[in-house]
């Protein structure tokens, strides 16, 4: 299965953009990068998810370089509701699972 | 965008006494569910994936027998927790998804589970 590596913490000021930086040394030539967000007693939310270069939607940015080694998730001008935890994970084409690694949990201070 | 709820939100329970959690997507049909459980300040453990109409597929190192998954239509899982200890007592999150691998799994909003 393809580990995903991400920091376990990081912290931050509102307003500021927050990048998430995970590796995903071994993933696979048809695999996805998929990216939720969860809050303390909810399911995880769905960010965003890429295949390669770059991604936007109206909440993050995904930022995938050429080998596919590593993704970055951008926060643009963060604020203190998006203190969560932030799960990076690989969409295998081979397999219907998502594994949950640990997460970075993200804090924003006012 | 794609809903799916959880219930009960919360069951607190004595021990051994079983525990049937539902998890339905609302406006869309699910070819595949997956149940998740969660410990304080831990990641989701993926406990089984669930088929419409066939048998759960189980993690290795969760107990078929204790935790009874059905997934009898395509908008409803229910997950039973037998004779249930409070070791059982965590929070379990289902998780539906549409169809093909790389369709989004959308996630519930989980079950808070207490086992006295």
């Known amino acids: 299965l393809a580990k995903t590596t991400q920091p376990i913490s990081m912290d931050s000021y509102e307003g500021q953009e927050v990048n998430i930086t995970c590796s995903h040394n071994?993933?696979?030539?048809?695999?996805?990068i998929t990216w939720y967000q969860q809050f303390p007693s909810q399911g995880p939310r769905f960010i965003i998810q890429?295949?390669?270069t770059k991604v936007t939607n109206e909440v993050a940015s995904l930022f995938i370089p050429a080998d596919r080694k590593s993704s970055t998730l951008s926060l643009p001008r963060v604020s203190l509701s998006d203190t969560a935890v932030y799960y990076c994970?690989?969409?295998?084409?081979?397999?219907?699972?998502?594994?949950f690694g640990s997460g970075t949990r993200l804090l924003v201070r006012p | 965008g794609a809903v799916v709820s959880q219930h009960p939100s919360r069951v607190i329970c004595k021990s051994g006494t079983s525990v049937k959690i539902e998890c339905r997507s609302l406006d869309f049909q699910a070819t595949t569910m997956f149940w998740y459980r969660q410990f304080p300040k831990q990641s989701l453990m993926l406990m089984a994936t669930?088929?419409?109409?066939?048998?759960?597929?189980?993690e290795q190192g969760v107990e078929k027998d204790k935790f009874l998954i059905n997934h009898a239509s395509l908008t409803l899982s229910t997950l039973t927790v037998t004779s249930a200890h409070p070791e059982d007592s965590s929070f379990y999150i289902c998780s539906a998804r549409r169809g093909a691998s790389t369709d989004t799994q959308y996630f519930g909003p989980g079950t808070r589970l207490t086992v006295l």
């Open positions: 669930s088929n419409e109409g066939s048998k759960a597929t189980y």
């Open positions: 994970l690989i969409r295998m084409d081979s397999s219907y699972k998502l594994i």
């Open positions: 890429g295949y390669k």
């Open positions: 071994n993933i696979a030539t048809n695999d996805y």
